[in-house]
């Protein structure tokens, strides 16, 4: 009756349980990684942002999905503010951006070099 709603709904759905999926993944990591919080969500922010790099032209399930829902950025700014100083706050930012934006930029060079290599 409706196959382009249909498949919206479907997809939204499946986009859903990516994030679900990646947000359980990103506690438990968390969680069961014996480090400080805001360095365990650098590391997993930084390992969000290399997969997306690399993997940006698969399908948005995993990567508005289950990386939207493994990364998290109101997460980044809670723990900031809760955690640290205005010195030490102003590191850390500085620090994840820059590194997220580096493993962003290294995976989209291997995406670029694998793309390369299938051609």
């Known amino acids: 009756m409706f196959p ?7 997809h939204t759905l499946l986009i ?3 994030a679900a999926l990646g947000a359980c993944c990103r506690y ?6 014996y480090v400080d919080a805001p360095f365990s969500l650098l590391c997993i922010n930084v390992m969000g942002c290399f997969l997306m790099g690399i993997l940006q032209s698969v399908h948005p399930i995993f990567t508005t999905g289950f990386l939207g829902g493994f990364t998290s950025f109101s997460t ?4 900031t503010y809760a955690h640290m100083n205005y010195y030490s706050g102003f590191l850390y930012i500085c620090i994840t951006t820059c590194s ?3 493993a962003w930029w290294a995976g989209d060079k291997i995406h670029r070099l694998l793309q390369k290599k299938q051609q």
């Open 16 to 18: 859903g349980y990516g």
């Open 76 to 79: 980044f700014i809670f723990l």
């Open 4 to 10: 382009r709603y249909t498949v919206r709904v479907r």
């Open 100 to 102: 997220c934006f580096a």
């Open 28 to 33: 438990a990591i968390a969680t069961y990684w």
